[in-house]
Structures are given as C-alpha cells and as structure tokens.
C-alpha cells in the first residue's frame, strides 16, 4: 500500500476526531480493518476510499494526497488551434522551471 494512503486515512480520522471503531462502524468493516489500512498491513477496497472521502467531506484524490489536475476541454478546437494551446503551456512550464 502506498504509505500516503494508509497515512492519509488516519490523519483525516484524526483531524475529524473520529476513532478507529467509529470509522469502521460506518464503512460496515472492522476496526482491526481500519488498523492494517492505517498501518500499511492492507489495501482498503475502492468502495471503501471513496466511502471515506464522503464520510471525510473531501475527494478520493485528497484521501490518496494526490494534487488536482486542472483539465480543459479542447476537443472542439481545430487541430491548429489544439497545437497552439499546447505550445503556449509548453512555454509557461519552461518559464516556470527557469524561476524554480
């Protein structure tokens, strides 16, 4: 399991002040479940991480710590005008990584 996750689900538990048993209770497992996800022993299943970020009031990218991806839709545009798009972000990220 990848220790952001296992890491992640306890420090949202936490910051909520919910307990392990509490967690468990209402994801319908138990609370020796909760321990090994928390723990890095076990995966939790997919239905079980998006019933957190619910539960949480966040997203399942927030649960797996994952930064938002801004995502455009360009399909409408013509090839050459999808081409300049990408060359204009292509510029701002080497723009980017000469002030980093």
Same mark, same amino acid.
């Given at each position: ?7 992640r689900?306890g ?8 307990t392990?048993?509490?967690l468990?209770?209402r994801?319908?497992?138990?609370r ?13 299943? $997919?239905?079980?991480?998006? *019933?957190?970020?619910k539960i949480f ?19 409408? $545009?013509?090839?050459? *005008? ?5 060359d204009i ?8 990584? *000469?002030?980093?």
């Amino acid at each position: 399991m990848d220790y952001n996750l296992c890491q992640r689900i306890g420090e949202v538990r936490t910051q909520f002040g919910m307990t392990q048993t509490e967690l468990a209770k209402r994801l319908g497992v138990t609370r020796s479940s909760v321990n090994a996800w928390e723990l890095g022993f076990a995966t939790p299943q $997919l239905k079980h991480v998006v *019933e957190i970020a619910k539960i949480f009031g966040t997203t399942v990218d927030g649960i797996l710590n994952v930064s938002p991806k801004v995502v455009v839709d360009i399909s409408d $545009l013509s090839e050459k *005008e999808r081409q300049a798009v990408f060359d204009i972000v292509d510029c701002l990220k080497a723009q980017h990584q *000469e002030n980093i």
